[in-house]
């Protein structure tokens, strides 16, 4: 079965092509469709803008599309960064801003105020429009200076619940156990073999 990723994240399609090593799906990149055009993320969910994206490159590539949005949720901060993590420090900025901005907005904030959560949704797009969609968490807190530097995003200032490592810190695999996309992919996987999925009837 082909699937499109609809990203072009070279470290989320790593971690996806990763996490979906073991599944019967053969994955495709938006490099692979060069002309595919660009998909303003402005939804106000995860949710809406992974559903937005896979639809479009399904529309556009005639194939099953998966999309991913997630960030990070700081419940001191009113869940902020949210659907803006990508962009916390302003429009263009990298991973390292947007974490100095993050730490300077939690600087004040003691040991048991710092709890946060990585959300993720995965949308599938058929050609026909319809959609499914996975969710995923990763609860946790947040650290006060970043540590290790495997991983992307906010990964060095996350430490998942019952961990004294970052995200950062830990080998792909021990991390793939613990994260969001990890949860909602797994939860793709359930999907992709139930004997309703689309795939399985051999459409």
Request: aromatic share 10%; proline share 6%; net charge negative.
């Given at each position: 079965m082909n699937i499109v990723l609809a990203t072009?994240?070279?470290?989320?399609?790593?971690?996806?092509?990763?996490?979906?090593?073991?599944?019967?799906?053969?994955?495709?990149?938006?490099?692979?469709?060069?002309?595919?055009?660009?998909?303003e993320e402005d939804g106000k969910t995860f949710e809406e803008n992974a559903v937005k994206k896979?639809?479009?490159?399904?529309?556009?590539?005639?194939?099953p599309a998966l999309a991913?949005?997630?960030?990070?949720?700081?419940?001191?901060?009113?869940?902020?960064?949210g659907v803006f993590s990508a962009r916390y420090a302003g429009e263009g900025s990298g991973d390292a801003a947007n974490t100095k901005k993050l730490l300077a907005d939690m600087s004040s904030a003691p040991?048991?105020?710092?709890?946060?959560?990585?959300?993720?949704?995965?949308?599938?797009?058929?050609?026909?429009?319809t959609t499914e969609t996975f969710l995923g968490y990763s609860e946790g807190s947040i650290g006060r200076?970043?540590?290790g530097s495997n991983g992307f995003g906010y990964d060095p200032v996350f430490y998942p619940r019952g961990h004294k490592k970052t995200f950062a810190e830990m080998a792909d695999e021990e991390k793939d156990s613990l994260s969001h996309r990890g949860a909602a992919l797994k939860k793709l996987q359930e999907?992709?073999?139930?004997?309703?999925s689309p795939f399985v009837k051999g459409d």
């Open positions: 072009r994240n070279k470290k989320k399609i790593e971690e996806i092509r990763r996490i979906t090593a073991g599944m019967q799906i053969t994955l495709f990149t938006l490099d692979d469709f060069s002309d595919c055009p660009e998909v896979a639809k479009a490159v399904s529309g556009y590539t005639n194939m991913d949005d997630s960030g990070l949720e700081v419940y001191a901060l009113n869940n902020a960064p040991d048991e105020k710092r709890g946060a959560r990585f959300a993720c949704c995965i949308a599938l797009a058929f050609p026909d429009r200076e970043p540590r999907y992709l073999t139930t004997p309703y």
